[in-house]
């Protein structure tokens, strides 16, 4: 029962969320309260995002990152994340005098990553797997995410006057893409960056640059585009990708646990 529950929980977290949200509304419209509307923007930019991460670490293999690095992970990766991107960004922008959208996605994925790769060199426990760091990564990614459909719906708010049609407009369409966007480019990254670090060698840098390489390009076209059937296939191939990985790399996490030996992957691949 255990098992099941923490299987569904991203469903329970998902339904209190939207309830919640929901109340706020209610309240917002009632009261005309700015409190309400600020608290509408938190929730509505948390809900999927918490969601996922809920989903993505009861099906990576056992529960098994806690909730400390979890919440590590999230907060100051969406903190650290969205400094360091504004910053990279401002800096580029001044010295260019143009920003490439492809900078925009170099430099986004990037700063997403400084948190799992710290949480990485000073997490002191072993084994870790690539589960672990797709965990992680999408709980940096959903810290990002968030707080950047934050300061989107506040432009939002300020550049229509106060309406709180343009809000609810930012809030549900970056909600609802967020777990196809930036929560699945950072899992998959991170899970290849742990990877990495558990056995090394030419393959596993191969395939952390190609993962990374991936990820930005996904990016890129999902900033480019803009049409409503391009985010849809751009969001399936995210989405397929990292559930991919779960399934790929869910053996690899018990059987380290359950017998204490050697880490071994899917495919017989032994790490230290």
């Not at 009632?30 to 509307?37: D, P, S, Y």
């Amino acid at each position: 029962m255990a098992t099941v529950g923490r299987r569904w929980a991203w469903l329970v977290v998902l339904l209190v969320g939207i309830a919640l949200y929901l109340l706020v509304l209610l309240a917002l419209v009632t009261t005309r309260n700015v409190i309400f509307l600020l608290l509408l923007i938190v929730l509505g930019a948390s809900i999927a995002p918490a969601a996922f991460l809920t989903f993505a670490q009861a099906r990576s293999g056992g529960w098994r990152v806690p909730g400390s690095i979890v919440t590590v992970a999230a907060v100051f990766g969406g903190v650290i994340g969205v400094a360091a991107a504004g910053w990279l960004e401002y800096d580029t922008l001044r010295r260019l005098g143009v920003l490439p959208i492809v900078y925009v996605g170099l430099i986004e994925e990037a700063a997403k990553l400084v948190v799992p790769a710290v949480i990485l060199l000073l997490w002191r426990r072993r084994p870790r797997s690539p589960s672990d760091g797709l965990v992680i990564g999408v709980a940096s990614g959903a810290g990002f995410a968030a707080l950047e459909t934050m300061g989107y719906a506040l432009r939002a708010l300020v550049t229509s006057k106060g309406s709180l049609g343009a809000v609810e407009e930012v809030l549900l369409f970056r909600g609802l893409t967020a777990p196809a966007a930036h929560l699945s480019w950072t899992g998959v990254t991170a899970a290849a960056l742990f990877a990495l670090a558990a056995a090394p060698s030419a393959r596993r840098w191969l395939l952390f640059v190609v993962t990374y390489l991936g990820a930005v390009i996904l990016h890129v076209c999902w900033d480019a585009v803009n049409a409503p059937l391009a985010y849809v296939v751009i969001g399936v191939v995210s989405l397929g990708w990292v559930l991919l990985e779960l399934h790929h790399y869910r053996a690899w996490a018990p059987r380290s646990t359950a017998t204490g030996g050697p880490v071994t992957g899917p495919r017989g691949d032994v790490t230290p």
